[in-house]
């Protein structure tokens, strides 16, 4: 049957999405790995480039992860020398970590391997493509703030 449209459905689309979505986590990941920094340690020294010295509790909330996590990511970190534990001049009982200047050096590497990787991935696209796939997402981003927002409103009062 020439010219019968073939309906596409949002299962479709969203599994499409998951697995480009995944590969390409992947394959940006993998790099990141060759200079040296996963993605989250690369975010955790963005983090801290961008905002200063932080608390662990502060980057766990930040980042949703729980505390024996961050534990984890900063240890690892300061076991390469990329970011350090300070007291907190505020708090003598608290701990600030900081990225160290190899941690800069380090996260000069990492920004510029991912922009490379992202400039190589997106630039398959035209200019017009990448604005439409930008638009798109804006639009599925939205859905999904609703989805979060409605679950979070939906869950019962717990009484004591």
Excluded: W
């Amino acid at each position: 049957m020439a010219g019968r449209l073939v309906m596409v459905t949002p299962e479709q689309v969203g599994e499409r999405y998951l697995a480009v979505h995944h590969r390409m986590l992947r394959a940006v990941n993998d790099e990141m790995l060759g200079c040296g920094l996963s993605m989250a340690r690369t975010k955790m020294l963005r983090r801290l480039h961008e905002q200063g010295p932080t608390r662990q509790n502060v980057l766990a909330a930040d980042f949703g992860l729980a505390p024996h996590s961050i534990t984890d990511l900063v240890d690892g970190l300061e076991r390469h020398g990329l970011a350090e534990r300070r007291p907190d001049p505020t708090d003598r009982r608290a701990k600030l970590v900081a990225i160290t200047d190899a941690g800069e050096a380090a996260l000069d590497v990492a920004n510029a391997t991912r922009e490379r990787l992202l400039k190589e991935i997106f630039g398959a696209l035209s200019e017009a493509d990448r604005e439409t796939f930008l638009r798109l997402l804006d639009d599925l981003d939205e859905a999904a703030r609703r989805l979060i927002s409605a679950s979070a409103t939906d869950v019962p009062a717990v009484s004591a």
